[in-house]
């Protein structure tokens, strides 16, 4: 059996709406310590990894480890009919496992859903070990920030960590944009330059999606194998 409490809904249907945009659909592994979301996009390009530890929760059990297949879209549309600050609870029965139970509590009353699980064909993925060499520590809200307003020149961008900026630039067709930002926490390993990747910036933008769960947002980079 799995059940969990969360005393308000908010975290849980931000986490979920930054998904739905990453995959469809995906896997959610239940354990003993807590509930696990590690997916690729159809392209295999962006990775998600998140991680609710039981402590997070108001109640949590977990009596054996579940492997729940589910559609993040329709999950989503579920979660929209929750207020920020209703209680959620999601249960799985083991006489009816073929479904996840979605409960809504608030002082107003009470709003219950069912949401058919899925057989989803796919391995469970490992994150790889990286060394990372290069990071920087931001606000959440100035990386929102950054990447929208990098976005309207290109469809790639090329960031750059070096000792005491962090440097976003990108070509277009109609001019370019090169913006510096100083104001965050970098570190970079003894004896390295300044290290440069570039990416997709559309994929940058469905990242960011997940800045309301956090003030800070911490970036990594590795060179390139």
Not at 9 to 18: G, H
Not at 28 to 37: D, F, L, M, Q, R
Not at 157 to 186: P, S
């Amino acid at each position: 059996m799995f059940e969990a409490k969360m005393k308000t809904a908010s975290v849980f249907k931000k986490i979920v709406d930054a998904l739905k945009d990453i995959v469809k659909e995906g896997t959610i592994y239940c354990n003993p310590n807590g509930i696990e979301i590690i997916t690729l996009d159809t392209a295999h390009v962006m990775m998600c990894n998140v991680t609710l530890h039981s402590i997070g929760f108001d109640t949590y059990t977990c009596n054996e480890p579940a492997v729940i297949g589910i559609s993040f879209v329709i999950l989503s549309q579920i979660l929209r009919c929750a207020n920020d600050n209703d209680e959620l609870y999601l249960k799985l029965n083991d006489k009816q496992d073929d479904s996840i139970f979605i409960t809504f509590k608030s002082s107003a009353g009470t709003s219950e859903f069912e949401l058919k699980l899925m057989t989803i064909d796919e391995e469970r993925f490992e994150i790889p070990d990286m060394e990372y060499e290069h990071s920087i520590e931001l606000k959440s809200k100035e990386f929102v920030r950054l990447i929208s307003d990098i976005n309207q020149f290109s469809d790639t961008c090329t960031l750059t960590i070096g000792e005491d900026k962090f440097e976003i630039a990108a070509n277009g067709e109609g001019g370019n944009a090169k913006m510096e930002y100083t104001d965050c926490k970098i570190a970079i390993k003894e004896g390295t330059a300044s290290l440069s990747s570039s990416y997709q910036i559309k994929y940058l933008m469905i990242s960011t999606k997940a800045s309301k769960l956090a003030d800070t947002v911490i970036l990594q980079l590795a060179k390139p194998h």
